[in-house]
């Protein structure tokens, strides 16, 4: 078996586009990508885990993400099939399959699956796990406690800047900050796909974020500004991106057991 990438949507969003980038208007339905890779050496590896189930509750969600969040964000339309361990179910794969999980940053659209993996390694910026356990105000709600309940009972492995973590060339995480101050982007390398990128929240919407204005829960826009000004850089030489969030990106990527590799 060849190293091999299929995608899933784990957390379908409707919320205004203002939510997503300053200024925008009208409102727009989006994805939370959750890519899934099947290594020939190192099994099941996850790039983010989605928006946990307990969303879909009715009667959990507001004790779980906090008051007014669920409506805010715009999970009103979330179901209990969309959270990662059921669309793992349909792929064949089990929680106890996975063997990395690999997290952009740790905000309750990427980090909601954590507890599902208790066998898994855990890997993300050593910046980012500080700051989610103790956010700044204004960035406090896109954290969510209760995923984050596990984390010192997990086997976490924290690095600080630039990583490939299997020393091989197929997953070169790249330090991101702004949106957070631990964000990273994945470089990702298939033997016949070649390489991409997959940006996590570098930019949440392609329009905005080619025109630079950022969302208003970006830790530092100035960052922002200069992760995309490096990334935007690496489009020109040819290298693909794709956003979370984007639908126009999601469309693109192979998706539900559809395959790179």
């Not at 994945?186 to 796909?193: A, D, E, M, S």
């Not at 500004?225 to 850089?233: E, G, T």
Request: proline share 7%.
């Amino acid at each position: 078996m060849t190293l091999q990438m299929t995608a899933v949507n784990a957390g379908p969003l409707t919320c205004p586009k203002n939510t997503l980038a300053a200024f925008a208007t009208g409102e727009i339905t989006i994805p939370s990508t959750v890519a899934i890779f099947q290594h020939p050496q190192h099994g099941v590896v996850l790039w983010d885990t989605g928006i946990n189930d307990a969303v879909a509750d009715p009667e959990r969600a507001e004790a779980y993400w906090g008051a007014g969040n669920k409506e805010k964000f715009g999970a009103d339309h979330f179901k209990r099939d969309d959270a990662i361990d059921r669309k793992l179910d349909k792929l064949g794969i089990q929680p106890k399959d996975v063997r990395y999980v690999v997290y952009s940053h740790l905000h309750l659209d990427h980090a909601g699956g954590m507890s599902y993996f208790p066998n898994a390694v855990h890997v993300v910026q050593r910046d980012e796990v500080r700051n989610a356990l103790f956010p700044a105000d204004w960035t406090s709600s896109v954290y969510c406690g209760p995923d984050l309940r596990d984390i010192r009972k997990l086997n976490v492995l924290e690095i600080d800047g630039d990583f490939d973590l299997f020393a091989d060339g197929t997953f070169r995480l790249v330090k991101s900050p702004g949106h957070t101050p631990g964000m990273q982007m994945l470089f990702v390398t298939l033997p016949n796909r070649g390489r991409f990128i997959l940006g996590g929240d570098v930019g949440h919407l392609r329009d905005k974020y080619n025109e630079m204005i950022p969302m208003p829960w970006d830790w530092n826009a100035a960052e922002v500004n200069l992760s995309r000004k490096r990334v935007q850089h690496w489009e020109r030489l040819g290298i693909p991106l794709f956003l979370c969030h984007d639908p126009g990106d999601f469309a693109k990527l192979p998706t539900d057991g559809t395959h790179w590799d």
